[in-house]
Structure formats: structure tokens, C-alpha cells
């Protein structure tokens, strides 16, 4: 394992001052504050490298000012015991997951087992001072963005009526091209959706959240609890991932009060739920309350030969340990402008949201239209349990969408989060909507 250092956090507890030392009186230039949301502090980076190093392109050694933006932020509470000063040191390091394993096998006590979202859109994890010699060390593993997850991934913000639609996004996995697109021939569907040389498509995870009185996140993507063989499998890129995504918008797991599920595969259930450090697997939006249909839990629950693959069940069962279920039984309002819809086909008790606000409405379609390529009513998914309730509850939607002018979130979908559907000649075509 190679490290080296990136920066030297400094916990502040009066920033004026602190400016008035390091920017004013020592002459430092100090860069735009970045707030990081999940851990409710802003850190104000101050480059401290030679400027030798400067205009090679490698990243230099920073001082980070940490300034706590709630009570309960872990650099509050350091403050209120230690006083402000020296918090820890964080060194980079290419692959965060070898090194945490390097450092698990070597008995060290690790604050966090798994990496987690950071500043500027990295990895980081902790390790435990008391296995450094009284330091408090945070790795880190710089982001490397692919240029097509960069422009694709990024969070997407539009406004209706009164509420605000954010798409955000638990990265990409693939499947079978065959499988996702049933009884569409290869040489048809290649051309929508490039195959890769194992015959899958790549398709994102793009979770839904509607801030209005109250936030609601619609779907969660994968998580993190899958092992290295699932994630082989299914191509999962999760690089930037929902906690990226929630932070970029300026949430954090604990501002979600209601998670609403479209149905339980584990694309879509999978970030429900969190394993601690513990192995323990536990809610991982703890204040909020989650709303399932009860026929997807029945099912989800009592899987068959032919579901069995989607249904993972410490992805939904430990909600019903830890008291944070409501089923809802039928079609219904789950918060003052949205309600769901059971369309059926992909499985039973699969539902659609519709969000209606100002007079305009939006729809989170989930598996019944996953991408723009499925728009062709024939186009249906070979996974799906029930295809003529499918090819019907679709065509039903297609036209109301057209006539109401519904802006429509295609959660699998590469590359458009969401659109319109227009209707010219008979022929049905997607304008992506511009956030
Ligand atoms: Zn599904
Ligand atoms: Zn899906």
C-alpha cells in the first residue's frame, strides 16, 4: 500500500479568527468552502504545497479548515472535549477497499469498514486512533471519474408546482441485453443499447427524491452490501454512488423522512438498508418511515424458483425488525401530491408514482418503462413475471403521459433521467427535460 499525504485537518471553532491567522496574517490562500453534509461540516481548503510541485498535475498537500455546521457534527462535539486544533491526518491511497482489508487483517480498529462519501466527490474511511498511535488518520481514494459517469451521474433538480424532483443516482450495473429486452431480436435492441462483450447493457440506478414539506426518496439503488462476485456479475459500478449524489444535493441519509419503494428487487431495495460495523444490517435512512405495498412483501418474502434471484432479504426484512414498516393496500395517497399506482406485469404488485403539483404531474415508472429504449410497448423486459399486464398498464400510460404532458423519470435509463413523450404520425418519440 502506497500513501501518501493529502491534507491536515484542523478543527475551528471561531472561522473569522481562524481566517484572519491562516489567510490574513500568514498570507494563505483559501479556497471555496465545500460543505460535506453527511457529516454536517464545511471545510475551507488551504493549498500548502512548494510551488515546485505546482503545474506537475499531481494534487498538493492542503490544510483543511473544518467548521462544524450543526451541534451534533462529530467536529462540534471534538471541539466541545478537545478545543479546537489539530483533528486528523488523511493520507490518499489508489484502492481504499485493499487498504481497509490490508488493515483489517492486521487487527487494526477501523471507525468506518466500508468507505464512505468525502469531500470533492472521493472515498474516505477512518481508522480508529487508537490503532495509529493517538492519531486519527482518514484515507482517502481520490475519485477517477470516467468521463461518461461524470456527465451522467450528476444530480438532476426540477421543479413542480410546489415540490422539487431531484433525480440522484446509485451508480451502474449491467444485464443481459436478451433478458431486458424479451422478445425484441438482438439485431434490433443492439442498436438502442450497445452490448458490452459479454452480452450486457448498462443501465444506472436513479432513485427519486421530492422535497416539499417533507423529503421523500423513491427507490435506493444497490447499496454496498454486495460481495465482489455480485458486483463481477453484474458490472456494478458504483463510483459515485446515492451517498454522492444525496450529499451533492445538500442531503443527508438523516433528512429522509419517507422511503417509498416501487417494488423489492434488489436494484431497487438494495441501499434500503446498511450493514454497521457490527455486521449487523440495519435501516440506513434512520429517521424516516418506509412504505411498501403489502402484495410485494408477501411476495419479496415468500419468493419462487422464478423470483428468487431479485428478492434479497437483508435488503427489506430488518425495516420489519426495526419498526419502520407501513404497507399501503391498494392505490393511494402516501403524502399531500403523491400517490401510487400498481401497474402489475413486472411482477404483481409492482407501482408507479405520480406526482402532481401546480397543475403538472410527474410519474417515477420504475421497471414498467426502465429506459428510453423501452418506450415501443412490445419492448417489455424478459424478467417481467406477468408481460401482457406489462404490454397494457404501458400502453395505458404512454397515451395519458402524452395527452397530460406528464414528465416521466426513467429510472434504468444510461444517459436521460427524464422527459417528455410526444406523440408526431402516429410515432412516439422522448425529449429529454431539462432540469
Ligand atoms: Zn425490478
Ligand atoms: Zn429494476
Redesign the pocket.
Known sequence: MKAVLDHVGIAVKDLQAALAFYRDALGLAVEAPEDVSSQRVRAHFIPVNDTADRGTGAPGVKLELLEATSADSAIAKYIEKRGPGLHHITLRVDDISAALAQLKARGARLVDEQPRAGAEGALVAFIHPSSAHGVLVELKQSRVPSPESQVVSTVRRYQLGEFELISVCDGFFRLDGGAMFGVVPKALWSKAAPPDDRNRIRMAMRPLIVRGRRTMLIDAGLGDKDDEKFHEIYGVDRARNLDHTLAEAGLSPDDIDIVLAS?L?F??AGGFTVRDASGRIRPKFRGAQYVIRRGEWEDATHPHERNRA?YIAGNFVPLADAGVLQFVDDDQTIMPGVRVRRTGG??MH?QMVLIESGGSTAAFV??LIPTTAHLSAPWIMG?DLYPMDTLAAKKAFLQEAVQKNILVFFEHDPAVPAGYIREENGKRRIVPALS
Open positions: 417494488h428487487h436494484d431497487h431479485s413486472h411482477c409492482h420504475a421497471d424478467y
